[in-house]
């Protein structure tokens, strides 16, 4: 990709349209092959992206993702409003989830989606207020893998 | 059902969790799944799988369909359930990810 660019996008998410869970994650995609994003990293960013819309789907009023593709690296930010997180550290346990039978009924819910995102991202930060909603910001090196 | 078209496998993923195929699915494989919302062709497009099948002859809605045509994924439905399909795959030769089978 030309090195050079660098472009901002942004795709909001709406709560509980589950029929619109995936569409988010696949605009992503789309613009990042369109960018010359090179494979390895856009099936990375993807996944994040596609559990990371589907947590702000299953679980929050409304939220919104934004993309940063900048020379080095992609960045992506997952900000929601919802009942936020109540211990993050427990959400990112393999298999421990909250979701509802209508996530599960949706093939989600069960418990791999922080850790799916923390594999495949190079860097996540993930905050949240309870009450408030969740925030969280992905790093995606582009180039020399950091990742392993 | 969605529109024909030939694709190579190299091989096979069977999950109604979408967190396990987007951690444990490789791309070109088939997805056996029992989840029939557009969730499976979103998430086969996002693994790059090469196309979904639908068992247990479950009814797949024009939600499914049309999320089919979207996201180019060929769409398919089997009366068989995972467990069989699964088994005459392997016997046409279609290989496990691991090397678990033993040799014949």
Same mark, same amino acid.
């Given at each position: 990709?030309? %090195?050079? &660019?660098?472009?901002? /996008? @942004?795709?909001?998410?709406?709560? *509980?349209?589950?029929? !619109?869970?995936?569409?988010?994650?696949?605009?992503? *995609?789309?613009?990042?092959?369109?960018?010359?994003?090179?494979?390895?990293?856009?099936?990375?960013?993807?996944?994040?992206?596609?559990?990371? @819309?589907?947590?702000?789907?299953? /679980?929050?009023?409304?939220?919104?993702?934004?993309?940063?593709?900048?020379?080095?690296?992609?960045?992506?930010?997952?900000?929601? %409003?919802?009942?936020?997180?109540?211990?993050?550290?427990?959400?990112? =346990?393999?298999?421990?989830? &909250?979701? &509802?039978?209508?996530?599960?009924?949706?093939?989600?819910?069960?418990?791999?989606?922080?850790?799916?995102? *923390?594999? /495949?991202?190079?860097? !996540?930060?993930? @905050?949240? =207020?309870?009450?408030?909603?969740?925030? !969280?910001?992905? =790093?995606?090196?582009?180039?020399?893998?950091?990742?392993? | 059902?969605?529109?024909?078209?030939?694709?190579?496998?190299?091989?096979?993923?069977?999950?109604?969790?979408?967190?396990?195929?987007?951690?444990?699915?490789? #791309?070109?494989?088939?997805?056996?799944?029992?989840?029939?919302?557009?969730?499976?062709?979103?998430?086969?497009?996002?693994?790059?799988?090469?196309?979904?099948?639908?068992?247990?002859?479950? #009814?797949?809605?024009?939600?499914?369909?049309?999320?089919?045509?979207?996201?180019?994924? #060929?769409?398919?439905?089997?009366?068989?359930?995972?467990?069989?399909?699964?088994?005459?795959?392997?016997?046409?030769?279609?290989? #496990?990810?691991?090397?678990?089978?033993?040799?014949?």
């Amino acid at each position: 990709m030309d %090195q050079e &660019s660098s472009s901002h /996008h @942004e795709f909001p998410v709406l709560g *509980k349209a589950y029929f !619109m869970g995936g569409r988010a994650s696949t605009s992503v *995609k789309r613009v990042l092959a369109a960018a010359g994003v090179e494979d390895e990293v856009i099936q990375r960013v993807s996944v994040a992206c596609y559990e990371a @819309e589907m947590n702000v789907v299953l /679980h929050a009023r409304s939220g919104f993702i934004s993309l940063d593709i900048l020379p080095d690296r992609i960045v992506l930010e997952v900000h929601d %409003q919802g009942p936020g997180i109540e211990d993050v550290d427990l959400a990112m =346990t393999r298999g421990w989830s &909250s979701a &509802s039978d209508e996530a599960r009924s949706l093939g989600f819910g069960a418990g791999m989606g922080l850790p799916n995102i *923390k594999d /495949h991202a190079d860097d !996540m930060r993930i @905050e949240s =207020t309870p009450g408030r909603g969740v925030s !969280m910001v992905l =790093t995606f090196f582009l180039g020399d893998r950091v990742h392993d | 059902m969605a529109a024909r078209k030939d694709v190579e496998l190299t091989g096979c993923f069977a999950a109604d969790l979408m967190s396990d195929v987007l951690a444990f699915a490789r #791309p070109a494989s088939l997805l056996l799944t029992g989840l029939t919302t557009d969730q499976a062709l979103r998430t086969a497009a996002i693994k790059h799988l090469a196309a979904v099948v639908v068992v247990e002859g479950k #009814p797949v809605g024009s939600d499914m369909i049309e999320a089919a045509r979207e996201e180019g994924i #060929p769409l398919y439905r089997t009366p068989l359930s995972v467990f069989e399909s699964c088994g005459l795959l392997s016997l046409a030769g279609l290989r #496990p990810y691991r090397d678990c089978l033993p040799s014949s």
